[in-house]
Each structure stands twice: as C-alpha cells, then as structure tokens.
C-alpha cells in the first residue's frame, strides 16, 4: 500500500524560506509518473503548485504564483519528493499536499500546514 507523509510546515515571516519533504512508501517513487506539491487555501479548491516527471523528455511545471520562488525535486534514496520554498509571502499561506501518480492512481498525503506571517 503506498502512503504519502508530509513533514516540513509550519509559521515563517514574510521573505522566509521552508523546506517541505514527503516521504513515500510501499512503492519507489521511480515507478511514478508524476510527483506533484499541491495546496489549498480556506474556501478554495485544491489546486498544483509544482509537478516533477520521472521521464526525461518532461519539463519540471510550476505554477505562475510559484515560478522562481519554489522548487520541486526528488531523493531517489530516501524516496522523497521535496519542495523548497523561497522569500514566502502571506499568499502562500495554505495547506500543502504532496500527490504521487503510479500506473494512473493518484495518492496523496494528509497535508502540511504553511503559515506566512509577521
């Protein structure tokens, strides 16, 4: 059975950086798809900041609100997906997914809290 855990949240100033990780299980992250960091604001949908493909022909996708701030990447030996995230703003503030798709099924981890306050 695969599960998703994310560690890494919690309350930043404005202008911080965070480090989230998600650690995975019951399958090699090599064997999926796609690896993706979502989030989700209060009253919104959830919605992708960051997708990272195991094959090579694929570019890294980030989100506009995202693009040059984040960064997706991948630890084949600890079978972790990561996102840093850089100079934070209190639109960041959301709860944070990680979501892996093997063979077409989508897991997903129970979420990390990001707060971006002063």
């Known amino acids: 059975q695969v599960q998703l855990v994310e560690s890494g949240g919690g309350l930043v100033q404005p202008g911080g950086s965070l480090t989230l990780s998600c650690a995975v299980s019951?399958?090699?992250?090599?064997?999926?798809?796609?690896m993706s960091w979502y989030r989700q604001e209060p009253g919104s949908y959830r919605q992708v900041v960051a997708r990272l493909f195991n094959a090579e022909d694929r570019e890294t996708q980030y989100s506009s609100p995202v693009k040059g701030r984040f960064t997706i990447s991948k630890d084949t030996v600890k079978n972790t997906v990561d996102l840093q995230m850089n100079n934070l703003q209190p639109e960041d503030t959301a709860i944070y997914y990680c979501?892996?798709?093997?063979?077409?099924?989508?897991?997903w981890g129970q979420g990390t809290q990001v707060t971006v306050s002063s």
């Open positions: 019951g399958r090699p992250i090599t064997s999926a798809y796609a």
């Open positions: 979501n892996v798709d093997i063979e077409g099924v989508p897991y």
